[in-house]
Antibody, heavy 124, light 108 residues
Framework: QVQLVESGGGVVQPGRSLRLSCAAS????????MHWVRQAPGRGLEWVAV????????DYADSVKGRFTISRDNSKNMVHLLMNSLSSEDTAVYFC?????????????????WGQGTLVTVSS | DIQMTQSPSSLSASVGDRVTITCRAS??????LNWYQQKPGKAPKLLIY???SLQSGVPSRFSGSGSGTDFSLTISSLQPEDSATYYC??????????FGLGTRLEIK
């Protein structure tokens, strides 16, 4: 079965960096785009970044553009999120999720599998 | 960016009730609309994709409808385990993927 396991969260001071990782198993990893989605305490879901199946295309939310970098290692079935210049606004649970692109009955991209999340707390 | 507006933000209903949650997009998104369920401390779970298709393993009491700008998620007969927050998400114009703010459903 599909399994996504995030790691790397913790407490970090403002302005510092942190690297999150997501280990994938149970599916053909190099066939799927992968996303990071975050959720601040008591808040809703916020999309963060996406990387294409082969790593050639990446996109970011405006709130993290220029500070966060998504990457993947298809030889190890891993996706990473390098977060620089962290601020308290980045405090959240970060989820790794798998993208499924559907064309029938209608075109949509949905997030059909999610990890359990890893908590990042930015605090001095 | 396309904005997604959910209503209500919260509701309380009894076991066996029929419950409907609505989601409105700021512009037409055709049928590129998905619904998720999230229980406290857990990851979101995909319920409905492409506005009306039931994800594998999801109980048939859940259904989705709509196209264009107006969508709804209906639970035909509410069960205790349906207590959760529900989110809609559009994928018509990406990036960014955008979510609604969520609807918290409480069982009376």
């Amino acid at each position: 079965q599909v399994q996504l396991v995030e790691s790397g969260g913790g407490v970090v001071q403002p302005g510092r960096s942190l690297r999150l990782s997501c280990a994938a198993s149970g599916f053909t990893f190099n066939s799927y785009d992968m996303h990071w989605v975050r959720q601040a305490p008591g808040r809703g879901l916020e999309w963060v970044a996406v990387i294409s199946y082969d790593g050639s295309n990446k996109d970011y939310a405006d709130s993290v553009k220029g500070r966060f970098t998504i990457s993947r290692d298809n030889s190890k079935n891993m996706v990473h999120l390098l977060m620089n210049s962290l601020s308290s606004e980045d405090t959240a649970v970060y989820f790794c999720s798998r993208s499924d692109i559907v064309v029938v009955p209608a075109a949509t991209e949905c997030l059909d599998s999610w990890g359990q999340g890893t908590l990042v707390t930015v605090s001095s | 960016d396309i904005q997604m507006t959910q209503s209500p933000s919260s509701l309380s209903a009894s076991v066996g009730d029929r419950v409907t949650i609505t989601c409105r997009a700021s512009q037409s998104i055709r049928s590129s609309l998905n619904w998720y369920q999230q229980k406290p401390g857990k990851a979101p779970k995909l319920l409905i994709y492409a506005a009306s298709s039931l994800q594998s393993g999801v109980p048939s009491r859940f259904s989705g409808s709509g196209s264009g700008t107006d969508f709804s998620l209906t639970i035909s007969s509410l069960q205790p385990e349906d207590s959760a927050t529900y989110y809609c998400q559009q994928s018509y114009s990406i990036p960014p993927i955008t979510f609604g703010l969520g609807t918290r459903l409480e069982i009376k």
